[in-house]
């Protein structure tokens, strides 16, 4: 009988990871930080394949208001999420200076509109507070945990909620 370890992506054992995805014995963690309105969120750094400027999108009849449209990335089709809108925090006023920020969810390639990029962190599990149980349904579904940073409160999206029908299959 062999002992084999199950190891994701990043070459991690799995059965040390907790569930924020961070390595028990307290491995750092990159992530990067964005700002939608005056709040500010975070992803993990290995999900963002790019960051570029504000592109208008063409808009695709049917789909859902978060759904800003699609852009051309370098001959692909990217859809735009409009992360304020999805997160239900109004709609984005996308400007010169809203930011893109290209992650994969999932098998997806997928762009997010946010206001602008703050910041890359370095945490580890132990700087990762719990949702707090008060908090709304919307809040629990998308947020990972928060982060305290220099004054800071930091909202960590959880990526695979971001796209519903990814949803079914996270659960």
Not at 68 to 86: F, K, Q, Y
Not at 132 to 159: H, N, Q, Y
Not at 165 to 171: F, M, P, Q, S, W
Request: charged share 25%; proline share 5%; glycine share 8%.
């Amino acid at each position: 009988m062999s002992n084999v370890t199950s190891l994701d992506k990043s070459g991690l054992d799995k059965s040390a990871l907790d569930k924020s995805g961070l390595q028990k014995a307290g491995r750092r963690r990159e992530l990067i930080s964005f700002r939608i309105g005056p709040q500010e969120f975070c992803v993990d750094i290995m999900s963002v394949r790019e960051i570029r400027g504000w592109t208008a999108a063409t808009p695709l009849p049917q789909s859902p208001d978060y759904v800003r449209g699609v852009i051309n990335l370098r001959g692909a089709v990217l859809p735009i999420i409009d992360l304020a809108a999805r997160l239900e925090l109004g709609d984005t006023d996308a400007t010169a200076r809203s930011v893109i920020i290209v992650t994969h969810i999932g098998p997806r390639l997928v762009g997010l509109l946010v206001d602008a990029v703050s910041d890359i962190l370095t945490i580890t599990e132990d700087q990762v507070q719990p949702t707090p149980d008060i908090a709304c349904d919307t809040v629990r579904e998308f947020v990972k945990g928060l982060l305290a940073v220099e004054g800071r409160m930091i909202s960590w999206v959880a990526l695979e909620r971001v796209l519903p029908e990814l949803e079914a299959e996270a659960a």
